[in-house]
Each structure stands twice: as C-alpha cells, then as structure tokens.
C-alpha cells in the first residue's frame, strides 16, 4: 500500500492514553482493533516501554498497528535494554543474562516486568518481536533512527546484510564492548558522547554520577564543550567553555545539511516542538514526565517546517507521579 505522508512519533514510555489522543488528534481512527488512517502511516521512533503506567497497553496498540500495515516502528535503547535483560545465554558452563542484573538495571525496567508480571507469555512475544524490530528506517524521503544517524555504521550493516537483532550471534556481541556489534547499538541506539573535560564527574537530573555527556552529531564548526552538549542537564560552567582538542573534535559527527531529513528521539527534550536543524527533529519532548508526546507530519518536503509538528500534552495519571525518579 502507498502512502500519501507519514506521522512520525517520537518516546511513548508508556503514556498509551496519551498516544490514543495524539493518533486521534493525527486523523486515526480505531477499526477492529487497529488505529489506521486513510492515507497516512505512522513511525515510531522506538522507546514504546518502561517508566509509564500503561506500558502493556501501549505495546500492544503499536504493535497492533505495526502488524497491519498501519505503522512501522525502530528499536529504541529501552527495547534493546529490555531484549538483553532478559536473554540468558551460556558462558564456560555457566547461565548468564547479555545485561547483568544489577540495581541500575533493574530500576529502569522494573514498571514493565511488574506491569507484564501477570502475562509471561504475552512477554516473550514482545521479546520476539523486539528482535525483529529495524535499527533503522530509511527512504526516498526521510531517515529514522532512535538516537544517531552514523553513515559509516549503517553502510557496514547494510553490506553485511543485517537490520535487526534476529541472529543470535549478533545480540550476543552487541554487549561485548569494542565490537562492531556493541558499536553499532551504542551508536544507533544512544547517540554519541564525550567524556568531561579533566576527568570531572557530574551529577545528572536522575541521580547518576556521570563522566560523559550527550553531544550533538550536526554540530558546525564546534570550538567549545558547551557547542556539543545535548542533554537535559547542562555542563557546569567551569566545564563548558572548555575548548574541544582535536581527539574530541575527531570523535564527533556530523549529519549534513544536504542529506534527508532525518528523525530521531531519546533526548528528552523541552518547550514548543521545532527542528534542531532543517533537516533533523528530535521527537522526545519528555511525554511521561508530563511533557508533550509530539509528531511530525511528513509530506515528503526536504526542510522541516514548524507547523507540520503535533503535540498533545500528557493527561493526569499517564506519566509518572510528581516526585518519581525518571531513569
């Protein structure tokens, strides 16, 4: 089937009463089940699980969609988080989980097993489904991606002829630091970084202590740290202005300004929705921490414009309560 345009939808964290209003808003429209529009699909830009209060519901409506043809979705880093929790593999004669089970970990999946708790099987569907899901989406018109759009990466996947996490082989090293593998997730799936200047720490909105942070891969010509930061939480100060030296420069990317537009969320953003760039939007607007979940209509144009966003405020009771630790 053709479609007239494209409704790109950024973090849902399982906001899913939130998500119905939005495709309402966007013209869909509920027929034996499945949220379909006329002329239009939806993409999801990953990220469907944890933190929220509905996270079951929301996957199900997704997946729903994805199946009949109405949506595509791609992997975001909690779907690839909750894959790795929860494959066990052996090692030297021993049982052992891709992610290890340690505090951190089980606090940012913990609202899904809980909310999943009474459906096991229902679980290990979504666990297959996730495999399948593509680490990238790619098109006449648009590129989509969770976090960072690396070209060389993705060269590399499309010559070796892989897009998900369906071969065993390729899950299993995606968590074995220094692999092309682990590359390609952390890159695709987390975006890039840098580490603070001098060996500093920070502390971070979510209570971590943190030696990287979060950088821009469109910046032009940058010359400081405060010229890359992409984070919710800014450097301090004495840090920002600290000049990039060459290694750090050599570590950034840059997505140009001739290439497609591109779309990508895991950032947590905030304020009225807009393109970073003309030709990348950040679709995060921080839905379940009562932010905005947002879309962006696509209709095939090569600069992003303002008015084709979408965003519905997150309703009372379909994020996290006032004073909850967001991870």
Not at 258 to 264: A, E
């Amino acid at each position: 089937m053709s479609f007239q345009g494209y409704d790109l939808i950024g973090d849902v964290h399982g906001s899913a009463r939130t998500l119905e209003r939005l495709l309402q808003q966007l013209g869909y429209s509920l027929v034996k089940g499945v949220y379909r529009h006329p002329r239009r699909q939806a993409v999801f830009i990953g990220d469907i699980v944890d933190r929220g209060p509905r996270i079951r519901e929301a996957l199900h409506l997704v997946r729903n969609m994805v199946l009949a043809g109405s949506a595509q979705m791609v992997i975001g880093n909690h779907e690839y988080n909750c894959l790795t929790y929860c494959t066990e593999v052996e090692v030297a004669g021993r049982h052992r989980y891709l992610r290890p089970h340690d505090p951190r970990h089980e606090r940012q999946i913990r609202e899904t097993l809980e909310q999943f708790a009474p459906y096991p099987q229902e679980w290990q569907d979504f666990l297959q489904w996730f495999r399948e899901l593509p680490l990238y989406l790619e098109t006449p018109l648009f590129r989509a991606v969770h976090a960072c759009w690396d070209g060389a990466i993705i060269e590399r996947l499309k010559r070796e002829g892989v897009r998900d996490f369906s071969d065993d082989g390729f899950l299993r090293r995606s968590v074995e630091r220094g692999t092309f593998e682990w590359q390609a997730a952390d890159r695709l799936l987390r975006g890039t970084y840098l580490p603070l200047p001098n060996g500093e720490e920070m502390t971070s909105a979510d209570g971590y202590r943190r030696r990287v942070f979060r950088t821009k891969f469109w910046a032009d010509e940058p010359q400081t740290h405060a010229d890359v930061v992409f984070q919710p939480d800014p450097l301090p100060a004495h840090l920002a202005g600290v000049p990039l030296g060459p290694a750090e420069k050599a570590r950034l990317l840059h997505y140009g300004a001739d290439q497609r537009p591109l779309f990508i969320g895991h950032y947590w953003r905030e304020g009225e929705p807009a393109p970073i760039t003309p030709n990348i939007a950040c679709l995060d607007y921080s839905a379940v921490k009562y932010g905005k979940l947002v879309a962006y209509r696509m209709d095939g144009e090569s600069r992003l414009q303002p008015e084709h966003f979408v965003a519905v405020e997150v309703e009372p009771g379909d994020g996290v309560q006032d004073g909850d630790t967001v991870y």
